[in-house]
């Protein structure tokens, strides 16, 4: 069974790898052992709105899947990471990869996200066996639903990344 470590860093670029523009998760508004709820702001500035669609911009899905899972990311880093030392700013130095996405189960789409609206997401860890971590999320535009997702995540050895 594998020992995990708890961390609370003070900037999301601490707990994650993913950086600009590719960094979606702006704020977390809170985080427990089973539940993070992040937040985003769709400003109209992110480098994938002007092709999607023009004169039309709406946040895709597929970024709202990826959404979802940076949120989870940072659950797992906080609350189920394998090492006690953790950099996200030296890429070689965690022997571990943290949430890698293996699998997506079930996505439902139900509305749009447009510039100017703050997505907040709601994500619940189900189930986790060693080093897979199975989750739902569900994203909001104020009180409106627009995203459910079931996903997994997995701790992978850093070295597969690399060789």
Known sequence: MTKFHQHSFDRIEDYLHHRS????????????DQEITTEKTVTGN??????????A??????????????SAGILIAARYNPMEQYNTH???????ALGVLVRVSHA???????????LTVRVRLNEHTDDLFDFSAKISN???????NSFRLANIESQLLYS
């Open 21 to 32: 523009p590719y960094l979606l998760v702006e704020r977390i508004v809170s985080l427990s």
């Open 57 to 70: 911009p709406i946040f895709p899905g597929a970024m709202m899947q990826e959404l979802s899972t940076q």
């Open 108 to 118: 439902k789409y139900r509305s749009f996200a447009k510039p100017g609206d703050v």
């Open 90 to 96: 030296d890429p070689r130095f965690n022997p571990y």
């Open 142 to 148: 104020g009180e409106r639903t627009i995203m459910q």
């Open 46 to 55: 992110e480098f994938f709105l002007p092709g999607h669609f023009p004169g």
